[in-house]
């Protein structure tokens, strides 16, 4: 080593001590966060397996893309993330399996250089595990007091409005769909086949229109003339207003037992409270003959369901209201006008009957109030069904009438 060389080392001998020192330390980390990035999940090949988690990532002719609800991202999330792989798309005729449990990409017909990009979105909710998990923090929109601890919703709007019969559930919106509401999760259904199981009950918003219960003046359910169509003609999709337009809704309903428990009294606190109805249209006092039970898809909405849809107000709160009477609400404007499936601009028909007449059932009128009537009479008809409990919510809307919440069906 020359002299100029060792005079130029001893003038720098501190910088470079400090450069080696920092560049050391760089290189370190770097290693550090490569390691324990690629260390994620796994890519495989056959037999062998290589560690990768980030764009861009080349191993043996392998690049893996990872994107985050459509956006390019720099990491794979984690396995206990609450992502889910949505779909693998990779290129010169390659295909990519994601092992959910290893958290692991098999990548086959792997030919030649090929680039798989794997889409994770978060993972899509039950309707119930949605439903179920809002309403254990949110007591001011939700409430589990009817004698079964169901979860219903309450209030004047609470965002309980989803899409549903639509036309095409790819492109979900006003004009493609219906806007139902959810009234809750109902604990253990009776299904067609007897088995139990819990399901979400949902409710057309608005009316098909002024419909009789029955044409013939006879308050049987089972052979009622609106349950014949709304099982027929309309769950067909042969209905002249409103019926369901493709086998997608039509799959996405559950075959459920409906009650058809009735009473005949109904105009005292003593017996016309939500909880009185709640007993009797799941007992078995009924007219002469008339069943108790029926199988189907499409019913009405009971009187219960309307009584415990109310939040209450200031004046009269939702304790009070279910302490009054409901036959005397239309003079409660707290209970009536905090209650979701209440209309002011018409009267509805439900599907419990009077045990005591043989043609009379009951309905919510547009004053408020829950009374009987003759089944020959024309009221509100607004379908009322119960969700599969496989039905998963896309993610797309927060339940509001704005943005409704959107199914995965089809």
């Given at each position: 080593?020359?002299?100029?060389?060792?005079?130029?080392?001893?003038?720098?001998?501190?910088?470079?001590?400090?450069?080696?020192?920092?560049?050391?330390?760089?290189?370190?980390?770097?290693?550090?966060?490569?390691?324990?990035?690629?260390?994620?999940?796994?890519?495989?090949?056959?037999?062998?397996?290589?560690?990768?988690?980030?764009?861009?990532?080349?191993?043996?002719?392998?690049?893996?893309?990872?994107?985050?609800?459509?956006?390019?991202?720099?990491?794979?999330?984690?396995?206990?993330?609450?992502?889910?792989?949505?779909?693998?798309?990779?290129?010169?005729?390659?295909?990519g399996t994601w092992n959910s449990y290893d958290w692991s990409i098999t990548i086959r017909n792997a030919t030649k250089k090929i680039k798989c990009s794997v889409f994770f979105i978060v993972k899509p909710l039950s309707v119930i595990e949605k439903?179920?998990?809002?309403?254990?923090?949110?007591?001011?929109?939700?409430?589990?007091?009817?004698?079964?601890?169901?979860?219903r919703y309450i209030g004047a709007n609470p965002n309980n409005y989803v899409y549903f019969n639509c036309s095409d559930y790819n492109n979900q919106s006003d004009s493609t769909c219906e806007k139902w509401r959810i009234i809750g999760v109902f604990?253990?259904?009776?299904?067609?086949?007897?088995?139990?199981?819990?399901?979400?009950?949902?409710?057309?918003?608005?009316?098909?229109?002024?419909?009789?219960?029955?044409?013939?003046?006879?308050?049987?359910?089972?052979?009622?003339?609106?349950?014949?169509?709304?099982?027929?003609?309309?769950?067909?999709?042969?209905?002249?207003?409103?019926?369901?337009?493709?086998?997608?809704?039509?799959?996405?309903?559950?075959?459920?037992?409906?009650?058809?428990?009735?009473?005949?009294?109904?105009?005292?606190?003593?017996?016309?409270?939500?909880?009185?109805?709640?007993?009797?249209?799941?007992?078995?006092?009924?007219?002469?003959?008339?069943?108790?039970?029926?199988?189907?898809?499409?019913?009405?909405?009971?009187?219960?369901?309307?009584?415990?849809?109310?939040?209450?107000?200031?004046?009269?709160?939702?304790?009070?209201?279910?302490?009054?009477?409901?036959?005397?609400?239309?003079?409660?404007?707290?209970?009536?006008?905090?209650?979701?499936?209440?209309?002011?601009?018409?009267?509805?028909?439900?599907?419990?009957?009077?045990?005591?007449?043989?043609?009379?059932?009951?309905?919510?009128?547009?004053?408020?109030?829950?009374?009987?009537?003759?089944?020959?009479?024309?009221?509100?008809?607004?379908?009322?069904?119960?969700?599969?409990?496989?039905?998963?919510?896309?993610?797309?809307?927060?339940?509001?009438?704005?943005?409704?919440?959107?199914?995965?069906?089809?």
């Amino acid at each position: 080593m020359n002299f100029q060389r060792k005079l130029w080392l001893a003038q720098h001998k501190n910088n470079l001590y400090k450069y080696g020192t920092i560049l050391s330390l760089v290189l370190i980390v770097t290693i550090s966060i490569i390691y324990f990035t690629y260390s994620k999940f796994t890519s495989k090949n056959e037999m062998t397996a290589y560690e990768t988690t980030v764009e861009p990532f080349i191993k043996n002719d392998y690049f893996i893309a990872s994107y985050i609800d459509g956006e390019w991202s720099n990491e794979i999330p984690g396995k206990n993330d609450g992502y889910v792989v949505d779909k693998i798309v990779c290129d010169n005729g390659a295909t990519g399996t994601w092992n959910s449990y290893d958290w692991s990409i098999t990548i086959r017909n792997a030919t030649k250089k090929i680039k798989c990009s794997v889409f994770f979105i978060v993972k899509p909710l039950s309707v119930i595990e949605k439903i179920t998990t809002l309403a254990s923090t949110d007591t001011t929109n939700f409430a589990t007091d009817d004698p079964n601890n169901n979860i219903r919703y309450i209030g004047a709007n609470p965002n309980n409005y989803v899409y549903f019969n639509c036309s095409d559930y790819n492109n979900q919106s006003d004009s493609t769909c219906e806007k139902w509401r959810i009234i809750g999760v109902f604990k253990k259904m009776a299904k067609n086949s007897w088995s139990k199981e819990d399901l979400v009950k949902i409710i057309r918003n608005d009316s098909l229109g002024n419909i009789a219960w029955d044409s013939n003046s006879v308050n049987d359910w089972s052979k009622a003339s609106l349950q014949t169509t709304l099982n027929g003609e309309y769950y067909n999709g042969t209905y002249a207003t409103g019926a369901l337009k493709n086998d997608a809704t039509r799959n996405a309903i559950e075959s459920v037992v409906w009650n058809l428990g009735g009473t005949a009294s109904f105009t005292s606190a003593s017996n016309g409270l939500a909880s009185h109805f709640y007993g009797y249209e799941r007992g078995t006092t009924v007219y002469s003959g008339r069943p108790t039970t029926l199988p189907g898809k499409i019913g009405l909405m009971y009187p219960s369901d309307y009584g415990y849809a109310t939040a209450g107000g200031s004046t009269t709160n939702r304790a009070a209201c279910l302490a009054k009477e409901m036959f005397n609400w239309s003079g409660s404007s707290d209970c009536k006008n905090n209650d979701y499936l209440y209309k002011s601009s018409y009267a509805q028909w439900t599907l419990t009957p009077h045990s005591s007449h043989a043609n009379g059932a009951f309905y919510v009128y547009d004053t408020g109030s829950v009374d009987t009537n003759g089944v020959s009479v024309t009221y509100g008809v607004r379908p009322a069904a119960f969700l599969k409990s496989n039905i998963l919510l896309s993610g797309v809307g927060d339940g509001s009438s704005t943005s409704p919440y959107q199914l995965k069906v089809g």
